[in-house]
């Protein structure tokens, strides 16, 4: 479990060391360890993973070690927990075991480990107690008797023959004195009787940097070196933990060096091979870091080359559905047969369901492709409901319905643009599943809230389907898949939107007596100033005279389309093909009350062809710009009674804008 848990490569490298290696977790609990660990402690591995390090120490280093542990935590380093300090562990049986402690923390977070490399000094720490002692007590015999001077020393050169570790006495020209047999196997030198001889004949590969020591500690220097490195005569390379003192004759002058060295090879090759599987998992990760990259660059790509094509299509793929539709509508006015005009408006029927799939379509796209980016500011949401009800008025009149709300200046926070497009569908998905009687737009506000409610006396919705009617192409009461009653996508991209918003749409309905949508707005951050806004009416204003229209599209048919149906209304109209024709109109003395603009224009854009107008006519002429771009969601704020129409214009919704600009009256 342990092993899993950290990963392959920590536990194979637990596994060949030969040094004890345990594995924490940040709370310091034993994740992993090998056999060498279990062996030191006098544990089976199973009995210690699970457990609190706390259980491995001493009582006399708990307080010590709950006061370090937090600190380390905080920000953890590659360390040595120094042998002088005496640092023990605690064996299964209670006895305490000298130990030398590396820790190294790996990762970060919920993936941070921390691995602790122990060595046994106990043979070590056995011989520094002894050869403390003895000089302790060589000390006390030789103030005591020079009789037992002699045989302390005796004692001193014996016990340091037979120490457990690597020990060298030599003499100020580093002629070996005394070796320790451990010292002679370290050299394999077994065989081989040193006393003497030069220590630099006998190991003539020993580094310049440790002559250097030397000669200071024969100055009087004690030299220690945690961990370095020298190759043997055999071509090895060996890793020893080093200590140089010197030591004084009875009158008080150095007399030589005692050479300590603890050969730590097999640790730090462990040490390596873990520093080298990390640097290789580092490395792997770079290269699907830049793997990764270099994928999201080609996706980004690809998703600008489908923003390119979506635009494109959206204004190509409306132009001609733009004429077909004008013209059927020219023809079902200009015919005087009744059966005419009904087979006229049927024919519109199926193009403008492909216009609607066009749009749905694109707002999908948008929306997915995470082009749809909020804007969130504060504003006056009466304003708002006052475009969706001035936009959807004609649609309910048709019905006989009555599309009603009350004014209100109450002030939300969202993306204005957005909210309408959301609410835009819910007052159409009521219009189109009721049959009789109203559908109200309410907006009501609370201390950390404002609900904005539509609700309608329609159908209604059966309890079991409240919960998909959200869905994809759901559609209650439409089981042939009618087109004209729309693609069962209109509540999903108003759900979608919501979400992209961050507004919670909450519904409420009972089969067969209607519904309520409600969207949960948080309130306005800060003041809006207040508009005044007249509710729309359902009856046309009063009869004038049309005003004389200019058109500027420069796609042929679409103008053709358009001119005989603004004419079939009686309006007056001239045609211009770009921005230069129509300047021309102007200086030839014609002042129109209505400019109706396409967005593409030669050399130019339908907003600036606008703007030169009204600079050259010194007047806000009541405006209307058409686009098939679907990324062109609003008239910018310097262009005042100006509408905003998408291709294909449906005669009800062109009507409906001109509806909303200063001067005009559906005719």
């Known amino acids: 479990m342990g092993m899993a848990i950290i990963g392959e490569q920590l536990g194979a490298l637990l596994e060949l060391s030969p040094e004890p290696m345990i594995v924490l977790d940040r709370a310091c609990i034993v994740v992993a360890l090998n056999e060498a660990a279990g062996e030191l402690f006098g544990y089976a591995p199973k009995d210690l993973i699970g457990k609190p390090v706390e259980i491995l120490l001493p009582g006399s280093l708990l307080s010590a070690h709950l006061r370090g542990r937090d600190h380390f935590c905080a920000k953890p380093s590659r ?52 050869l403390r002692r003895g000089n302790e007590d060589l000390s006390r015999r030789i103030l005591a008797a020079a009789a037992d001077a002699r045989r302390a020393n005796e004692h001193f050169k014996l016990v340091l023959k037979h120490a457990p570790v690597s020990i060298a006495l030599l003499d100020r020209q580093m002629r070996y004195l005394i070796v320790s047999d451990y010292w002679l196997a370290a050299h394999d030198f077994e065989d081989r009787d040193v006393h003497g001889l030069s220590h630099y004949d006998v190991l003539s590969c020993i580094p310049e940097h440790w002559k250097e020591e030397h000669r200071r500690c024969l100055a009087g220097e004690a030299v220690h070196n945690d961990e370095d490195c020298y190759t043997t005569h055999a071509g090895q390379t060996k890793w020893l933990r080093r200590e140089i003192i010197p030591w004084r004759t009875g009158d008080g002058k150095i007399g030589g060096v005692l050479l300590f060295g603890e050969d730590i090879t097999a ?22 870091t830049a793997d990764l990259a270099a994928l999201k660059d080609q996706a980004d790509r690809a998703n600008a080359q489908k923003s390119w094509f979506v635009a494109a299509a959206s204004h190509d793929l409306r132009q001609p559905l733009q004429a077909s539709l004008a013209y059927l509508s020219v023809l079902g006015r200009k015919s005087g047969s009744p059966e ?33 980016l909020p804007r969130h500011q504060d504003f006056l949401i009466g304003e708002m409901i006052f475009r969706v009800v001035a936009n959807a008025q004609h649609q309910a009149s048709e019905k006989g319905l009555r599309l009603s709300y009350l004014p209100t200046d109450i002030a939300v926070r969202s993306d204005p643009k957005l909210l309408e ?33 539509i609700t309608d006396t329609g ?40 979400d992209n918003l961050g507004h919670r749409i909450s519904v409420a309905s009972e089969l067969g007596r209607g519904s309520s949508f409600t969207i949960k707005l948080p309130p306005a951050q800060g003041g809006c100033e207040r508009a005044c806004v007249a509710a729309p009416s359902a009856v046309p204003a009063a009869a004038r005279s ?34 230069g024709p129509a300047m021309a109109i102007l200086q030839a003395g014609l002042t129109p009350g209505l400019v109706l603009c396409d967005y593409r224009m030669p050399g130019s854009n339908g907003l600036e062809v606008i703007r030169n107008i009204r600079r050259h006519l010194n007047t806000d002429v009541a405006s209307v710009l058409l686009t098939g771009d679907t990324g062109i969601q ?11 129409v998408h291709k294909p214009v449906d005669v009800d919704t062109f009507f409906a804008a001109l509806a909303t600009l200063e001067g005009m009256a559906i005719p």
């Open 79 to 130: 360390q040595a927990l120094a042998a002088s300090t005496r640092v023990c562990a605690r064996h299964s049986s209670g006895r305490e075991i000298p130990v030398e402690v590396t820790l190294g923390p790996q990762g970060t977070g919920d993936a941070f480990h921390l691995v602790c490399s122990l060595h046994d000094i106990s043979k070590r720490a056995a011989v520094e107690d002894h």
């Open 267 to 288: 640790r730090k090759e462990a040490e390596l091979a873990l520093h080298k599987s990390y640097s290789e998992l580092e490395q792997r990760v770079a290269d699907r």
């Open 340 to 372: 005419l005009e009904e087979l006229s408006n049927k024919a519109r029927q199926p193009l403008k369901a492909m216009s609607d799939i066009l749009d749905v379509l694109l707002d999908i796209s948008d929306i997915e492709s995470g082009h749809v």
């Open 421 to 453: 497009r959301v609410v835009t569908n819910f007052v159409t998905n009521a219009i189109r599943y009721t049959d009789k009687g109203l559908i109200g737009i309410d907006c009501q506000q609370s201390d950390d809230k404002v609900c904005l409610s």
């Open 459 to 498: 159908i209604g919705i059966p309890p079991e389907a409240v919960g998909t009617i959200f869905e994809d192409h759901v559609q209650l009461g439409n089981p042939a898949r009618d087109r004209r009653k729309g693609l069962g996508l209109g509540l999903s991209i108003a759900k979608r939107i919501a």
């Open 546 to 579: 049309n005003p004389i229209v200019l058109l500027i599209d420069d796609d042929q048919d679409v103008a053709d389309a358009l001119q005989m149906l603004l004419q079939s209304y009686d309006f007056e109209t001239y045609m211009a093909n770009g921005p």
């Open 634 to 644: 609003a008239i910018p704020s310097d262009i005042a009674n100006c509408a905003l």
